[in-house]
Structure formats: C-alpha cells, structure tokens
C-alpha cells in the first residue's frame, strides 16, 4: 500500500493495460468471428454437403443420392446485368443471379426484410419473381412490386433479401445477388456457352448416410478422375474463409504485437525503476531480520497483485476495444456474431503475467541479493548470473508469446527479427546523433541550450532509448496514414488515364460484328476470342491439384482457364523468353504463357500443355513467355494459343473500353439489346475496392493508436527513471545560479529534440517501407512526399512533450536544498 500510495506501482499498472488491452482487443474480435463461423458452419453450405461444379452435376450423382434417402436441393450461380426502367430512364447493374430450387436452403433459413424487422421463411421465389439484396433499391431506383428484367425475361420484385445462409461470412461481395427460382433459369436465355456458372447440389440427410455417400462420391471422381467438382463438408466448411480469418489473426496479432514489445520494453524500465528506488529500504529490512527468501516472496507477491490488476483492467478494455473494430469493420463481418468467450480472457491474463514475470523477474532478483551493508556503503554490486540468466528466461518467454500470438513460428521469428534490426538500426543512428550534439553546443548562445544538450550527452543510454521506442511507434502510424494516401495516390496514378473502365463478356460470334460497330460510337476498342478450357496435362503427364504444393497452384489447376488466340501479340505485353509465333508458317500448335503463371505452374520454354476445351483436347508447345502491365486495366489472358490450332474451338468474345463520363446510356441501352451481355463497371469495383482498403486500415490505424501508446510509455519510463537524477542535478544548477525558468526551457528544448529526431527516424522507416510496398509488392514508381517528414517532427515533437511533462513535470518543484539534503 505504500508503495501503491508513492506511486510506484502505477505505471506498471498503466503499461500492463496496455499492453494486454492491444492484444485482448484483437482476441476478443478473433474469437467471436471464429466461433460465428463455428456456429454457422452448416448454414454455410445451406447443406450437410454441397456438390459444386463449373458444369451440371452428373444426374446419376443426383439419383445416387436419392436412392440413399438424401434429401437434394439445387442452386445455379453467374453474373449478369439485370436492367430496371424503360426507354432513357432504364438503368443497369452487374448483379449475381441465384437460380434456386424448391426446398432450398437444406440447412438454415432464408430471412427477408419486413418494414424494419427481418423474418425467416422456408420458400423461394415464385415463378415470374425476384427476390433483391437492399443494394440492388437505390443503384436502380428500385422498390417492391417494381419490374426487373434479366436477359429475356421480365420479373416482378416481390422479397428484399436481409440473409441468405450459404452465402459466407459476409465479408465481401460486391456483386448484389438477385434469386429466381430454377424453372425461370431456361426463360432468361442468359447461359450460353462460354459464360461462368458454378452449379451446386446441396445433400442433407442423417449424418452417417451423409458421410457414406461423401466417401462413395470422393472415390468415383478420383476413379474416373473428374476435373472441375468440389466438395464441401461441414468438416472442411468454408476454406477459403477460414482462411482470410487466420491471415486477419495473425496480421492483427502481429500489429498489436508490436504494441505488447514496446509495452514490455516499459515494464523492464519501470521495474528496473522500483528496484532502484527500493535498494536502501530492502537493505533496511535485511538489517532487522528479513531473510532472502522472505524479501523475493515480498517482492513477488507485490508484482503478482499488479500483473493481475492491471491483467483484468486490460482485458476490460481490450473487450470495450473490440466494439470498435466490429465497428469500423461493420460492412466486411457479420453483424449478427455470438457473444465472446472467456478464451480472449484467460489468453489477456496469462500475456500480462507474461510480461510481468518475464521482465520484472530481474529487479527482484537484484533486490533479493542487496546486502545488509548497504545501509552504510552506497554501492551497489554487480547482478548475479541468475539475475542476468533471468533476463533471458524474460526474453524467451516473450519470444513464446510473441509465436503463440503469430499461430506461425515462421512469421513469428520473421517479426521478431525485424523488430529487433529495426530496433537496432534506430539506436545505432540514434547513438551517432546524439555523438555528434558535442559540436552543436555552442551553436546558439543561450543558457537552456547548453543545459539541454549536456542532459542528453550525460544520458546517452536513456537518451536513446526515449527516441527509439517513440520512433517505432510513429513509424507504425506514419506508414498506415500518411504513407498510405501517397501509395493509394501513386497507385491511381499508375494507371493510364485512357485505361478502360468497361469490360463486355460473353460477346456471342453471331454478335461480334455488330457489338463492335456499335462500341465504334465510343471507344476503339480490340474484341478477342475467349475459349474455355482446362488445364490436364503438362509433357503428357496428367496433373491434378494434388500435383502442387501452392494453394493458388491448386486452384489454376482445379478450374478452367480462359485462353484466347490471336495473330499478334496484344498491347502492353512484353516477351521475355522465347518468341512469339508466327502463325502462318508455323507447322505445330504454339502457345505463350504469362511469365507469373508459368513460375507458379513449374512451366518453362519446350513444355508441351494439353487442355480440354468443350470434350476435345488441344496441345501446344511453350514457344514464348510473356511479362504483362496488370496496371494497364486492359484485357488479359495468362495463355495464348497460336489461331491454326484452335480454330474449331468453340469461343465466344471479350472486350475493354473506356467510357466517357456523362455515356451511361450507352451501355444501358447495349444491355437492353443484347442482354446475355455482362457489362462490368471497373472504375465501380475500384471505388469498392478502395473503400474496403479504407475499412481495414481504419481499423489497423486504431491498434496502431496502442502502439503510440506504448511509445509514449517507453518515453515516460525512460524519463521517470532518471527523475531522481534530475532532481539532484537540477538542484545543483539552481544553487549555482540557474533560474528556474532557465531549466525548465532546458527541459522543453530537450523534449523538442529527442522528439524531432524520433519524428525524422520513423518518417524516414515509414518512407522506406512504402517505397519498398510500392517497388517490390504493387510495381509502380513511388514518389518521396515531404509531408511524411513534416508530420514525423510535429507528432514527434507532440508526443515527446506530452510524455515530458508528465514524466518531469515535478522535477522543478522540489526545493533545491532539500534535494541536495536528500541525496
């Protein structure tokens, strides 16, 4: 209690909180998006197992199914435009249609929105009706009972959609999904060949019946090996999103990681602080009989009270600092998410202890060692080797935590390592900086100067270790704020003002001529063959996912690809090996592979790629490989085949455009008349891109806020330690002829520069980062911002005064006799 009343223990308290609240924040968030996901892991197929194909499902599947008493539901997904209106007031939207089946969904409920409230139903969309997500209403001023028409056929509104349940997590989707019953699919005449389509069959029926006829089906595709079929369990439930949550986990776990490192770079200070402040009064209490062992006990229990207190605090407010990140990330997760578990809690409480025991450990050691003579002696011996082996029993066990939190060893010492080069590479320039101040003393002629400049040379170490911890918290803000607008700036700009900002799919051949006559009103665009077709054996050796190890290998593999086929090669592609064909004297099939695919696939020149097209099969050697300008926003293919070989190949035809501002009728009216047509506005999902960026570093830039925090922390720490010194020196100065105000400008002045250094520092790392971001990550020339530079010294500046005055702010007040007096 006295202790407690002396302010001793407070800061410990303070970074402790700190340091568990950034972490819990982000367990708490974690753990309720994972176990929605749990909870929902059947609605996330709308079935016990879901058949999901590029193709219509085999029937003898289907029949399959039924003789084993499984009951079937059916679902037909692809993109297309939908069109509200008529004559110049029409309107379009890129919208994903869902044809569905009765009794769908197996598992779960469709709910839909009734006046403000939302209630469940078992139906689905009546013949003739549509059912809208609420995005679909103001993009096409729509309402219920209004007509929507897709491809041929026309539709009543009659249902807003509020929740369906297999459509995920609902984390991002950008096309708004309107549902049609199965029997209207045929009427719309929208699939034709060519067009992407994902065919599903939901099973659902008693659990052992369910799994047999997995296993029954697992073994009939890998016999008569299948291509283009996936199974979905509630085993394997949705991969793809589990996955995008463990990446979030550990991106948002390294992030206030960083938070955890410099709140442990705190704690040690503050507890090496308490040690130093308590060496005379442990002395003092081993002269009247306090044994070794009593005095560690003492101490112990002291700091067990304190890692517990400022634990629960902590995780108090990391759970109050997850509703902001639910907040701020409230259009990429599900607002309907269970509450947490005590998981989040029991992980706060054991990090603090953690890093309690971890750094603190040391000083009670030392404190456990002080002889009885030092009542007398002020000396203070050397640590003992279990002291100094306790700090790397500290080290160790931050470095488990730090791998526990990563949940990948890996990226894990990855970011120790760098934290720790980062770490260095700021204390070394640091160090030289503050060297280099003795030539600077007597550069201004004024007394606080001098003052100031001789207090950070007396304390180089403290010194250093104020500007390093503030720098790596700037650093983390400057890159996310800052940095990002120039990276979002140079990206935009990056992309060629002429860029097109429409695509037209699906372009059928009896319709090429004229959809090309019609584009000529606007725009030159290039119309190219796409072909359909699927990769299955390279150097007539059959290969299936399980062929590669990468995940996006898998994925190549386990679909179709779009191949195309011309004579010349397109605009903005680059040879790079080989060279490309020349169709009218080449005498085998030649194909050119985009360079990024081919290292991904383990192609190279001479490999000779068979693909399925429609049932035929068609081979053609390596003969080229191609770099591509992705940034170009112009039509793409990652392989080429040379004209002679695929000229009985079924294709249809692709395009991109740039549409004039102020033309949307034109592609209004050009899906009126060709409506198999999909239209997709790029310059829309770059908005819708951008503004998902904006969420996620939104809420990144609010964890990044614990670690300024902690910077703040690691200054005030660094400056409290040295309070008692201060005091006696500023004492000193004061009986010599020192004014007050003269000192207190010296300590304002010697804010300003340990601030403005550690603003220079993290403006310049934020800077490098962001070059290397835009260089090796998102290629595109990076251009250097002064702003970055001006932000780091104001912040900086701020920042470091902020922490000054409350760490010194007491350091004048004190008499400087009875300063004198007491030391």
């Known amino acids: 209690m006295r202790d407690w009343r002396a302010g001793e223990l407070r800061f410990l308290l303070v970074a402790l909180m700190i340091a568990v609240a950034s972490l819990s924040s982000v367990g708490f968030f974690v753990d309720r ?8 892991a059947h609605q996330l197929l709308g079935a016990d197992l879901v058949i999901s194909a590029d193709q219509p ?33 029409a309107a379009t939207k890129l919208v994903s249609i869902k044809a569905v089946s009765s009794g769908y969904p197996l598992r779960g409920n469709l709910k839909l929105v009734q006046g403000k409230a939302e209630t469940t139903t078992t139906e689905t969309p009546a013949a003739g009706t549509v059912w809208v997500d609420p995005a679909m209403l103001p993009g096409l001023n729509l309402k219920v009972g209004d007509q929507l028409k897709l491809g041929d056929k026309s539709f009543n509104v009659a249902q807003i959609i509020a929740n369906e349940p297999d459509r995920g997590a609902s984390f991002m989707n950008f096309m708004p999904r309107v549902m049609i019953s199965k029997q209207d699919l045929a009427g719309t005449n929208l699939i034709q060949d060519g067009s992407r389509v994902t065919y599903r069959l939901l099973v659902a029926g008693p659990a052992k019946t369910a799994q047999a006829f997995q296993k029954w089906l697992q073994d009939t595709i890998e016999q008569n090996d299948v291509k283009g079929v996936r199974l979905e369990s509630l085993e394997t439930g949705r991969p793809e999103m589990r996955a995008t949550l463990d990446r979030a986990e550990q991106f948002l776990s390294l992030v206030s ?30 002269c009247l009989g306090l044994t070794q062992n009593q005095a560690t006990s003492m101490y112990l229990v002291e700091f067990l009270m304190v890692g517990i207190a400022g634990s629960l605090a902590g995780v108090m407010l990391g759970f109050a600092g997850h509703y902001v990140l639910l907040e701020w990330l409230g259009k990429l997760v599900s607002n309907d998410l269970p509450g947490a578990s005590w ?90 900086a503050v060297a280099s101040l003795k030539r600077l003393r007597g550069l201004i002629n004024h007394a606080s100067w001098r003052f100031a400049v001789t207090a950070l040379q007396r304390r180089p170490g403290a010194t250093v270790i104020q500007v390093v911890s503030l720098a790596l918290g700037l650093m983390a803000l400057l890159l996310l704020t800052v940095v990002r607008s120039d990276l979002i700036a140079a990206w935009q700009q990056a992309t060629p003002v002429d860029a097109p900002n429409q695509f037209v799919i699906n372009i059928q051949p009896d319709q090429k001529e004229e959809i090309a006559a019609r584009l000529a009103q606007v725009a030159k665009p290039v119309l190219y063959p796409m072909i359909r077709g699927r990769l299955t054996q390279v150097n007539d050796k059959v290969i299936t996912a399980d062929t590669y190890q990468e995940d996006r290998a898998k994925r190549l593999v386990d679909r179709e690809f779009n191949l195309s086929t011309m004579t010349e090669m397109p605009l903005m592609n680059k040879i790079v090996a080989g060279q490309w064909y020349n169709d009218g004297t080449t005498q085998q099939a030649e194909a050119s592979v985009e360079e990024g695919i081919a290292k991904t696939l383990n192609l190279k020149l001479g490999d000779k790629l068979s693909f399925d097209v429609a049932g035929q099969s068609v081979s053609a050697m390596v003969t080229s490989l191609r ?29 991109a455009f740039r549409l004039p501002e102020g033309q949307v009728n034109f592609v209004n009216q050009l899906t009126r008349d060709y409506p198999n047509l999909t239209i997709v506005d790029v310059g829309a999902l770059i908005k819708q891109l951008q503004s998902v960026m904006d969420q996620v570093i939104t809420a990144v830039e609010f964890l990044f806020l614990f670690t300024l925090a902690s910077g703040v922390l690691v200054l005030y720490a660094a400056l409290a330690g040295s309070q008692d010194i201060r005091m006696r020196e500023a004492a000193l100065l004061r009986a010599l002829g020192a004014t007050r105000k003269q000192l207190s400008q010296a300590q304002w002045i010697e804010f300003l520069l340990v601030g403005g250094l550690a603003g220079v520092l993290a403006a310049t790392g934020s800077s490098a980062i962001g070059w290397a971001l835009a260089r090796f990550v998102f290629n595109f020339e990076w251009t ?15 920042c470091a005064l902020i922490g000054g005055w409350v760490g010194l702010r007491n350091v004048l007040n004190q008499p400087p006799l009875l300063s004198l007096r007491e030391s």
Request: aromatic content about 8%.
């Open 343 to 432: 998981l989040p809690v029991w992980q706060g409480l054991a990090t603090g202890l953690l890093l309690l025991i971890g750094f603190a450990l040391p000083p009670i050691l030392q404190l456990r060692n002080v002889p009885h003579n030092r009542v007398i002696r002020r000396e203070q011996d050397a640590p003992k080797p279990l002291t100094l082996a306790s700090y790397g029993l500290g080290l160790a066990m931050f470095t488990g935590l730090l791998l526990w939190q990563a949940g990948d060893i890996k990226l894990g010492l990855l970011t120790a390592a760098g934290f720790l080069l980062g770490l260095l590479g700021f204390a070394l320039i640091s160090w030289l």
């Open 57 to 89: 499902v085999n029937p003898a599947w289907r029949s399959e199914a039924q003789k084993r008493g499984l009951s079937l539901a059916e679902t037909v997904v692809f993109p297309s435009m939908a069109i509200a209106g008529v004559g110049d007031g």
């Open 257 to 286: 990681l960083l938070s955890a490192m410099l709140a442990a770079v705190a704690v040690a200070m503050a507890a090496r602080r308490f040690m130093l402040r308590h060496l005379d009064a442990c002395a003092m209490l081993r």
């Open 784 to 798: 250097f911002s002064p702003l970055v530079w001006v932000a780091g010294l104001v912040v900086g500046a701020g």
């Open 627 to 655: 770099k591509l300008d992705w940034g170009s926003m112009r039509v793409n293919f990652f392989v080429i085949i040379n004209p002679k070989a695929m000229q009985d190949m079924p294709q249809t035809w692709i395009t």
């Open 33 to 40: 998006m994972r176990t929605g996901l749990n909870r929902d």
